[in-house]
Each structure stands twice: as structure tokens, then as C-alpha cells.
């Protein structure tokens, strides 16, 4: 069993400034959650995918729809991890410090945020967990970036090989492929 894990097309979003309040941030997520792509990398098209799962949020499954060449099926359980922001605040911050600080409140799982690491993990654990039901050779998965590490985290769990990644980049094709039967149970 293969699962390929394909981080959507970078996304059109610059924010207006680099220095953000709190309110601007969560405005500038919120518009980042809609915004177009930039199709730059194309990884040569594999007839092979069987299936083709995709986050529902629009830079996911507009990635998907120009690398598979069949039904892409759009599942929110494979949205990015939201993030807003840590605390409320009329000052501001530099951009990015407002994503490491949010990324950071995930990690801690701190009322801030939507979902902290354990549900992230849960989240993983049932995407793996309908992958392998579906009981496909080859499962196509288009997602988002802090996602796909949970993902890929999971795959290696239960047994897959394949290339770690630290941030994976965009429209890259990670490929993991099981050292056993997903069908017939583990070794």
C-alpha cells in the first residue's frame, strides 16, 4: 500500500503589513483560507492513485483537481490546523511572530486555539484509519502543511517508510508506502 502526501500550491496571500494586531492576524488567516494558488511545480502525473482524498479548504482542493485526473474526494478532516491568535491585542506584532506564537499555543494546547497537539494526533490517527479502509493500492492525500507532519508522524507509526520532513514544501509529492498488508493486518 502507497500514500502519497502532496502539500497544496503556494497560496496568494501576502499580508498588508508585516506588523499585525491581534484582530489583523485572524483577519489575514481567515483571507489566507481563501485565497488562489500559484500551480509552480507540477510532479509528474501518476495514473497509478486509485483514490484521491483532498482538505476541503480551497488551496487543497484546487491543488488536487490539477494533479489527479479523476473524483477528488474533499474532506474537512484534512484541513490545515487552524491557528488565531494567542491573545487579544490592539498593539502589534510582527507577522510571523504571530504564527510561531500561535503554533507554539497549539503545541501547548492552549485555549487559544481550535484543537491542540493530542486532537491533531487523533485527527491523523482516523485519517490513517479511513485511508486504510478504503483498502486502495495507492491513496493520493492532498493537505497542508503542520497537517501533513501529523500525518506523516502517523504513517510511520504504524509502519510505513518513507522521507521525513520538517516543513514540507509546496506541491512536493511525499510518498510512504507500507511495509505491510493494511488489509490483512500489520507483521
Known sequence: ?????????????KPDSSWMTSEEFDQWVADYNCSEIVPERVFERDNCWQICLSSDLYRASRTAELLYQGHVIACSQLREISMRSFMRANWKLPHIIWIMMARLAWLFSHKSQEEGRVDTALRAKQMVDLIESFGADNTLIVSHGAFMKALSNELKRRGYSGK?????????LYTFEATFSATHGKS
Open 164 to 172: 521525513r520532513f520538517l516543513k514540507p514544501e509546496n506541491g512536493k
Open 1 to 13: 500500500m502507497r500514500v502519497g502526501l502532496v502539500r497544496h500550491f503556494k497560496v496568494i496571500c
